[in-house]
């Protein structure tokens, strides 16, 4: 089997070596997160979009503290530093954990991390574009003659984000099951055994993280769960074939 690197760091050197990547990540996310700020208006109505697409004609967002809309702007941009930042601090992160991995763990990093981004980044476009201009139409149909809505951009915005990052999570499912078999908590097997206990759980999700009762809405989140998971069955039969071969080669 091959060893890993066999030169030892001593733990001040981790330490070092963990305090630079820290820093420089935590300096790439401040130089994105001001950047951002200079377009916290533009960053806003993007996000705010699902929203404003279906409010009544002559609705507007208001803010009820004097700091709110203010640190709203803050939080919008520090997110969207986040995101833009992200490559660099998942290089950084990379660059820390790499000298302790095996030559063959190695070379998959980059192609997980890339999926796993790619992943995040659909469950968040499916959830902008698909769900949330649904949810939001559905809570505004209250509307009455005498009962208008009086939205707060900070109560919409950490619900959107809320939201946003539930679908995100939710679509790195084929990841985590892929890494659940490579260390063999699970089996192609077993999850073909279990899937009609995922469908309910699916479903069950569905129903407690999204914010409407109605039916649709939940099943735009709980239909790709249980695509997501159909192909996790899938990816973890490649990590079992990936594994016996590697297993084979080191025989």
């Known amino acids: 089997m091959t060893e890993p690197n066999e030169d030892k760091m001593p733990l001040t050197s981790h330490l070092e070596e963990l305090r630079k990547r820290l820093v420089r990540s935590l300096a790439a996310v401040g130089i994105a997160f001001m950047a951002c700020f200079f377009f916290k208006e533009d960053l806003f109505r993007i996000v705010a979009q699902p929203l404003v697409s279906v409010m009544p004609a002559g609705s507007h ?8 809309a203010f640190f709203t702007y803050i939080k919008v941009s520090f997110y969207a530093g986040l995101f833009v930042a992200s490559p660099f601090v998942l290089y950084q992160v990379w660059k820390f954990i790499s000298p302790g991995l095996y030559p063959g763990e190695r070379k998959f990093v980059v192609p997980f991390v890339t999926v796993s981004t790619l992943l995040f980044a659909g469950g968040v476009s499916f959830g902008y574009f698909l769900v949330l201009p649904s949810a939001y139409k559905f809570f505004l ?67 407690l993280i999204t914010p409407t009762p109605d039916a ?26 990936r594994k016996d071969a590697d297993d084979r080669e080191t025989s």
């Open 61 to 68: 967002l208001i803010y009820t503290g004097l700091p709110e």
């Open 141 to 207: 149909e209250f509307t009455t003659d005498f009962l208008k809505p009086m939205l707060s951009m900070r109560e919409y915005l950490t619900l959107t984000l809320k939201l946003l990052l539930a679908f995100g999570v939710i679509f790195e499912i084929p990841v985590f099951l892929f890494f659940m078999t490579k260390i063999g908590l699970v089996t192609p097997r077993k999850l073909a055994r279990m899937r009609r206990y995922a469908i309910v759980v699916c479903f069950i999700v569905a129903a």
């Open 216 to 241: 649709f809405t939940q099943c735009m989140m709980a239909i790709p769960m249980i695509v997501l998971y159909e192909v996790g069955i899938v990816v973890s039969k490649l990590a079992v074939r």
